[in-house]
């Protein structure tokens, strides 16, 4: 498969995928509460899984996903999005430093 062909089909799932997650926070607190789990461990990780694939890469799009899920199912749908939320800044974080850990520094990359 083309990367172009990956990166077009990436977007559509992400942007389907985001569509619930747009009602689910726009509607009234007493109707969101129905479908409040399905969103949380269905469209969002579905949505983390495609947007960190295309931004990140695969290993990381899974260890955003399986984090979100499992924080998620464990701890809840009140505490476990906070938390969970909180963990994909610290997986962007991390990434951040092993792009830093790798990257040369100029005095190296001159000589």
Same mark, same amino acid.
């Given at each position: &498969?083309?990367?172009? =062909?990956?990166?077009?089909?990436?977007?559509?799932?992400?942007?389907?995928?985001?569509?619930?997650?747009?009602?689910?926070?726009? %509607?009234?607190? !007493?109707?969101? *509460?129905?479908? %409040?789990?399905? =969103?949380?461990?269905?469209?969002? +990780?579905?949505?983390?899984? !495609?947007?960190?694939? &295309?931004?990140?890469?695969?290993?990381?799009? $899974?260890?955003? /996903?399986?984090?979100?899920? /499992? @924080? !998620?199912? @464990?701890?809840? +749908? %009140? !505490?476990?999005?906070?938390? *969970?939320?909180?963990? %994909?800044?610290?997986?962007? @974080?991390?990434?951040? $430093?092993? @792009?830093?850990?790798?990257?040369?520094?100029? =005095?190296?990359?001159? =000589?």
């Amino acid at each position: &498969m083309k990367p172009s =062909t990956k990166r077009i089909i990436l977007r559509i799932v992400h942007l389907v995928s985001v569509i619930p997650v747009l009602g689910y926070v726009y %509607q009234p607190v !007493t109707e969101a *509460a129905e479908y %409040q789990h399905f =969103t949380q461990l269905v469209f969002i +990780p579905v949505a983390i899984l !495609t947007g960190y694939w &295309m931004y990140l890469g695969l290993v990381w799009a $899974i260890a955003g /996903a399986v984090s979100w899920v /499992a @924080l !998620t199912y @464990l701890l809840g +749908p %009140q !505490t476990g999005f906070g938390i *969970a939320l909180l963990a %994909q800044i610290g997986i962007f @974080l991390a990434r951040y $430093i092993s @792009l830093k850990a790798k990257r040369p520094s100029a =005095t190296e990359a001159s =000589t």
